[in-house]
């Protein structure tokens, strides 16, 4: 992977014309989107971009594939894509994802820029240089380490996504907050999504995870911090799946949260009152989104197969205080059942 991290630019994207506008540089312009976001791209005043070449892709996770990966590679192959030209990605973090895994593989790779559309998009897909798709019913089995030229993070296009994947985008914020941002935390606290200045917070919370990233661009240390919700919320979210109940992946993340900020607080890596602010605060800001009916003990079972766990053991990473997270917090399978049994889900 190239280790040239990309510029982040914050706020309206047209301010930005004269770096999106690579018609004087004789570069070719391709945009990817899905259904849905491919109405995004009308809210982008740059005649090069809009005389681009669209590529239109199926919209949601089910499409997350490699068919789809070879409509990309088909369409840029069509229009004798080269090296020189530029691919813009403009979707959640699903088209983000592919079109990243498409366009640094073609021809060894087309420079490309991403455009995120949704909450999760702006504040956590997008950053960090992980591209692929899902492969044999395997979550994001097939990918690379690729960074993008630039990322246009702009809250304008949050106005036409549903309220339930903006709310889901919002564990993601939540995340970051537990991780590094007391501040951060007190704000949203203080706060409803109806309330929420969206601007400060992508730009917050983005920031939070490209500093993190690149200090630790390959996850062998602190990049880590970043799973915090998700050794539970992962167990969560194929639970549901499996009992034809699904929920978005954000709000199983919320939960996750909930539960290890338990979890941390019952091993003696925090305290009562740390577990009892993050339950406290979940729930009155995720309110229904996040009363599931669990299995624990199916729970577990699922978490012990975690791709996270090299061993017998159960491996989190759990928030010691708001703004602190310790990683490589390795768990035996009985103790995480005795815990969440106490939990009373
Ligand atoms: N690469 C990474 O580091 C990373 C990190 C977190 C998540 N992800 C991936 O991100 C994906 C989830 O991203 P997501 O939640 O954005 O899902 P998504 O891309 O499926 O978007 C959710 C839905 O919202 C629609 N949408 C997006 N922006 C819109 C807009 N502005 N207006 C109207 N509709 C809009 C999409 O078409 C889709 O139907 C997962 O596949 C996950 O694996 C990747």
Same mark, same amino acid.
């Given at each position: 992977?190239?280790?040239?991290?990309?510029?982040?630019?914050?706020?309206?994207?047209?301010?930005?014309?004269?770096?999106?506008?690579?018609?004087?540089?004789?570069?070719?312009?391709?945009?990817?989107?899905?259904?849905?976001?491919? *109405?995004?791209?009308?809210?982008?005043?740059?005649?090069?971009?809009?005389?681009?070449?669209?590529?239109?892709?199926?919209?949601?996770?089910?499409?997350?594939?490699?068919?789809?990966?070879?409509?990309?590679?088909?369409?840029?192959?069509?229009?004798?894509?080269?090296?020189?030209?530029?691919?813009?990605?403009?979707?959640?973090?699903?088209?983000?994802?592919?079109?990243?895994?498409?366009?640094?593989?073609?021809?060894?790779?087309?420079?490309?820029?991403?455009?995120?559309?949704?909450?999760?998009?702006?504040?956590?897909? *997008?950053?960090?240089?992980?591209?692929?798709?899902?492969?044999?019913?395997?979550?994001?089995?097939?990918?690379?380490?690729?960074?993008?030229?630039?990322?246009?993070?702009?809250?304008?296009?949050?106005?036409?996504?549903?309220?339930?994947?903006?709310?889901?985008?919002?564990?993601?914020?939540?995340?970051?907050?537990?991780?590094?941002?007391? &501040?951060?935390?007190?704000?949203?606290?203080?706060?409803?999504?109806?309330?929420?200045?969206?601007?400060?917070?992508?730009?917050?919370?983005?920031?939070?995870?490209?500093?993190?990233?690149?200090?630790?661009?390959?996850?062998?240390?602190?990049?880590?911090?970043?799973?915090?919700?998700?050794?539970?919320?992962?167990?969560?979210?194929?639970?549901?799946?499996?009992?034809?109940?699904?929920?978005?992946?954000?709000?199983?993340?919320?939960?996750?949260?909930?539960?290890?900020?338990?979890?941390?607080?019952?091993?003696?890596?925090?305290?009562?009152?740390?577990? &009892?602010?993050?339950?406290?605060?979940?729930?009155?800001?995720?309110?229904?989104?996040?009363?599931?009916?669990?299995?624990?003990?199916?729970?577990?079972?699922?978490?012990?197969?975690?791709?996270?766990?090299?061993?017998?053991?159960?491996?989190?990473?759990?928030?010691?205080?708001?703004?602190?997270?310790?990683?490589?917090? &390795?768990?035996?399978?009985?103790?995480?059942?005795?815990?969440?049994? &106490?939990?009373?889900?």
């Amino acid at each position: 992977m190239s280790l040239k991290f990309p510029e982040i630019f914050f706020g309206n994207i047209n301010q930005y014309s004269s770096k999106l506008d690579l018609s004087n540089d004789s570069k070719r312009i391709f945009l990817i989107a899905d259904e849905n976001t491919k *109405s995004c791209i009308d809210r982008i005043e740059i005649n090069s971009l809009k005389d681009g070449k669209l590529c239109i892709l199926g919209a949601g996770e089910e499409h997350k594939n490699l068919s789809q990966i070879e409509t990309i590679w088909s369409f840029l192959n069509r229009h004798q894509a080269s090296r020189n030209d530029h691919v813009y990605i403009i979707g959640g973090g699903v088209i983000c994802d592919m079109g990243a895994f498409a366009a640094s593989t073609y021809k060894r790779g087309v420079p490309f820029s991403l455009v995120p559309t949704s909450l999760l998009a702006m504040v956590d897909a *997008s950053v960090g240089g992980k591209t692929g798709f899902n492969f044999n019913n395997l979550k994001n089995n097939i990918g690379t380490f690729s960074q993008p030229t630039a990322i246009y993070c702009d809250s304008q296009f949050l106005n036409s996504l549903k309220m339930d994947e903006k709310m889901a985008g919002m564990a993601e914020v939540y995340k970051h907050a537990i991780i590094g941002d007391r &501040e951060l935390w007190n704000y949203l606290s203080n706060n409803s999504i109806e309330t929420l200045d969206f601007e400060t917070i992508i730009k917050k919370s983005t920031q939070l995870k490209y500093n993190i990233v690149k200090r630790d661009p390959f996850e062998s240390n602190e990049r880590k911090k970043l799973n915090l919700g998700h050794t539970v919320g992962h167990a969560i979210e194929s639970y549901l799946l499996n009992k034809n109940t699904s929920t978005l992946h954000g709000f199983a993340i919320a939960y996750g949260m909930i539960l290890e900020a338990f979890i941390s607080y019952k091993i003696g890596h925090s305290t009562k009152s740390i577990a &009892e602010e993050i339950k406290v605060e979940l729930t009155r800001f995720f309110k229904h989104f996040i009363e599931f009916n669990i299995d624990i003990d199916h729970v577990i079972d699922l978490m012990l197969n975690d791709k996270k766990n090299n061993t017998s053991k159960i491996n989190f990473s759990l928030p010691k205080d708001i703004g602190e997270v310790q990683i490589d917090v &390795e768990l035996g399978k009985n103790e995480v059942q005795a815990i969440l049994k &106490e939990f009373n889900i």
